[in-house]
Every structure is written in structure tokens, then in C-alpha cells.
Nanobody
Framework: QVQLVESGGGSVQTGGSLRLSCAASGRTFSDSAMGWFRQAPGKEREFVAGIGRNGYMRLHADSVKGRFTISRDNAKNTVYLQMTNLRPEDTAVYYC?????????????????WGQGTQVTVSS
């Protein structure tokens, strides 16, 4: 099983940028697709972005397409989420997750391991 630790969250103003990182431990990192999800207060956890094991296949939710980019560095066992042009509706706890699959998906049930989350707050 993969252990995941997120970092890079914080508070920014509308239009600002942040880069989230997710450090993974465990020898299966490069075999797994990875994903980012988020959960705002009072709302269900939602898919943000996913990336295949080799980094070539990527998925982004429509709400973040063109603003967020997922990437990974298998040599560093790390997955990233670059967030630009942030909006107040992006405010949430962001979670990194390791998939049971090798290709990216948006289904919550496809993910086996989760980090503790990092808070992102965007003020207007």
C-alpha cells in the first residue's frame, strides 16, 4: 500500500496560483495512476485530475480544465497539481490518491490509498 502526504496548500487571492505536492512512499508508486480530489465544506468529495502511471495520460475535471495541471515525477515518487487563476469556488481540502489501476480514472472507488489532505483557500 502507498502512503501519501500532501503539501503546498495555503491561502491566496482570486487569480493567484499554488502548486500542491504529494509525496508517496512504497514501491508501487510508479505502477499506479494517481489522482487529486477535493472536498468543500458541506459538499461531496469530487474528482479534480488524474494521471496515468507513465504520466502520458491525463484527465482534468471540466471545472479546472485550462487552469489546473497534474504531473508526476516517478524518480521522486511525487505527484503535483499546478493550480493557476484560482477562484473562490476552488476553496476546499485537496486530497491525493493512489489508484488500483494504471490508467487515470475519475471514479472514487478506483482509488485505494488517500492522503490526509491540504487546505486551499481562495479569497475574493
Amino acid at each position: 500500500q502507498v502512503q501519501l502526504v500532501e503539501s503546498g496548500g495555503g491561502s491566496v487571492q482570486t487569480g493567484g496560483s499554488l502548486r500542491l505536492s504529494c509525496a508517496a512512499s512504497g514501491r508501487t508508486f510508479s505502477d499506479s495512476a494517481m489522482g487529486w480530489f477535493r472536498q468543500a465544506p458541506g459538499k461531496e468529495r469530487e474528482f479534480v485530475a488524474g494521471i496515468g502511471r507513465n504520466g502520458y495520460m491525463r484527465l482534468h475535471a471540466d471545472s479546472v480544465k485550462g487552469r489546473f495541471t497534474i504531473s508526476r515525477d516517478n524518480a521522486k515518487n511525487t505527484v503535483y497539481l499546478q493550480m493557476t487563476n484560482l477562484r473562490p469556488e476552488d476553496t476546499a481540502v485537496y486530497y491525493c490518491a493512489a489508484s488500483k489501476l494504471r490508467i487515470p480514472t475519475s471514479q472514487f472507488s478506483d482509488f485505494a490509498s488517500w492522503g490526509q489532505g491540504t487546505q486551499v483557500t481562495v479569497s475574493s
